[in-house]
């Protein structure tokens, strides 16, 4: 069985630069989620998806953040304008049921400088 | 706020020897608590669980142990491996919320 699927791997963008994440979760998982990994911190859910419908973004920093799953299946995650503060792995999850049970892709590390 | 602590940012153990991992945590409605596991450049893949209606859970090396009355959980991991060097998150949720705790880097040493 495939698993989360994220690309890209690595980017290095500019402050005030624009940067969109993607993930493809795991085949008839209805729930995605976004999280931020901020090194030498666990990750914080930014957003949930249930299909393509949100759930909680209520730590989605939603002035330069937004996320979209179009088709229920495809997520992306997209930074406007970046800040340094931006600097992360940002994880994407999927499960059949709550993030206990969710299995993660390999993230896309984010540096801002 | 950090609802869940990993006081130790890191440990080294060495290779045969028992590796014990802490987690406290504030939130008494916490009621279902997790170990993930995280090597360089992959995503956290879960390791082992316990609910809050037990106080200890085994699986094979690993055991969760869980002191309800001083909202501490450890993981003992015995034998330590070299393979078992990564990042070890523990994790705790209630139902609504779904915490990580900071995370704390195991180094098994040959």
């Known amino acids: 069985e495939a698993g989360v699927a994220q690309s890209p791997r690595y980017k290095i963008i500019e402050k005030r630069q624009s940067v969109a994440f993607w993930c493809n979760p795991i085949?008839?998982?209805?729930?995605l989620y976004w999280y931020q990994q901020i090194l030498g911190q666990g990750p914080k859910l930014l957003i949930q998806?249930?299909?393509?419908?949100?759930?909680?973004d209520s730590q989605l920093p939603k002035d330069r953040f937004s996320a979209e799953r179009l088709k229920g299946v495809d997520s992306t995650l997209k930074i406007q304008p970046a800040k340094l503060e931006d600097s992360a792995v940002y994880l994407c999850a999927s499960s059949l049921g709550g993030q206990a049970e969710a299995f993660f892709g390999q993230g896309t590390r984010l540096t801002v400088v | 706020d950090q609802q869940v602590k990993q006081n130790s940012p890191s440990l080294s153990v060495q290779e045969g020897r028992i590796s014990i991992l802490n987690c406290d945590y504030t939130n008494s409605m916490f009621d279902y608590f997790l170990w993930y596991k995280k090597y360089p450049a992959e995503g956290p893949t879960f390791l082992i669980s316990i609910s809050s209606i037990k106080d200890k859970n085994e699986d094979g090396r690993f055991t969760v142990f869980l002191n309800k009355s001083a909202k501490h959980l450890s993981l003992h991991i015995v034998p330590s491996q070299p393979g078992d060097s990564a990042v070890y998150f523990c994790?705790?949720?209630?139902?609504?919320?779904?915490?990580f705790g900071p995370g704390t880097r195991l180094s098994v040493l040959p």
């Open positions: 085949s008839g998982h209805a729930t």
């Open positions: 994790a705790a949720e209630d139902g609504q919320n779904f915490v």
């Open positions: 998806f249930q299909n393509n419908g949100v759930v909680d």
